[in-house]
T-cell receptor
Framework: NAGVMQNPRHLVRRRGQEARLRCSPM?????VYWYRQLPEEGLKFMVY????????ESGMPKERFSAEFPKEGPSILRIQQVVRGDSAAYFC?????????????FGNGTRLTVT | AQSVTQLDSQVPVFEEAPVELRCNYS??????LFWYVQYPNQGLQLLLK??????LVKGINGFEAEFNKSQTSFHLRKPSVHISDTAEYFC??????????FGTGTSLTVIP
């Protein structure tokens, strides 16, 4: 089974451009989470999605950030008009709907650099 | 809401020495507990998890953790570390199985 696939691994954007980060969950997983990791900091929760639904976006900035998990295709984290402070590693994780004990499985992340 | 505290941000230890990475959580209800490891430029990998039952949980790579409900702790231990254990370690807690809260991580450096 393929694990959680994220692409691109590295993304460079200039200030003001848009960044699109993609995440394909593990086969059979319908829950997707996005986390941001800054240097010397831990993982910050951003958003939790199930197919076609945003369940919890309490960790996502209200402006410029959006996420979706369509019925078909990968989950997308979109950052509009990027600023230098958006530079970070963004990790996607997925879990199965099999119950409360399903752990998260992580992708290798997308490292966004804003120049 | 749950929170997770990893008391040590950096832990240096000599090769073949024992190590303990501390994790405390705050929750008034039963939770599920996890330890993850992150190697450089990679995502997080599950080391072990506590769901219920025995309070001593064994994971991969020789790691184990003990759930202590009275002290709300879930410390990670290994009796003899290797150079390859150098990595970032994250403790996480979940109550519902749908929300996961991570600590800020502990950087373990194994010294030859």
């Amino acid at each position: 089974n393929a694990g959680v696939m994220q692409n691109p691994r590295h993304l460079v954007r200039r200030r003001g451009q848009e960044a699109r980060l993609r995440c394909s969950p593990m086969k059979g997983h319908s829950h997707v989470y996005w986390y941001r990791q800054l240097p010397e900091e831990g993982l910050k929760f951003m958003v939790y999605l199930q197919k076609e639904n945003i369940i919890d976006e309490s960790g996502m900035p209200k402006e410029r950030f959006s996420a979706e998990f369509p019925k078909e295709g990968p989950s997308i984290l979109r950052i509009q008009q990027v600023v230098r402070g958006d530079s970070a590693a963004y990790f996607c994780a997925s879990s199965s709907p099999g119950g409360k004990s399903s752990p998260l499985h992580f992708g290798n992340g997308t490292r966004l650099t804003v120049t | 809401a749950q929170s997770v505290t990893q008391l040590d941000s950096q832990v240096p230890v000599f090769e073949e020495a024992p190590v303990e990475l501390r994790c405390n959580y705050s929750s008034s209800v039963s939770v599920y507990l996890f330890w993850y490891v992150q190697y450089p430029n990679q995502g997080l990998q599950l080391l072990l998890k506590y769901l219920s039952g025995s309070t001593l949980v064994k994971g991969i790579n020789g790691f184990e953790a003990e759930f202590n409900k009275s002290q709300t702790s879930f410390h990670l231990r290994k009796p003899s570390v290797h150079i390859s254990d150098t990595a970032e370690y994250f403790c996480a807690v979940s109550r519902t199985g749908n929300q996961f809260y991570f600590g800020t991580g502990t950087s373990l450096t194994v010294i030859p």
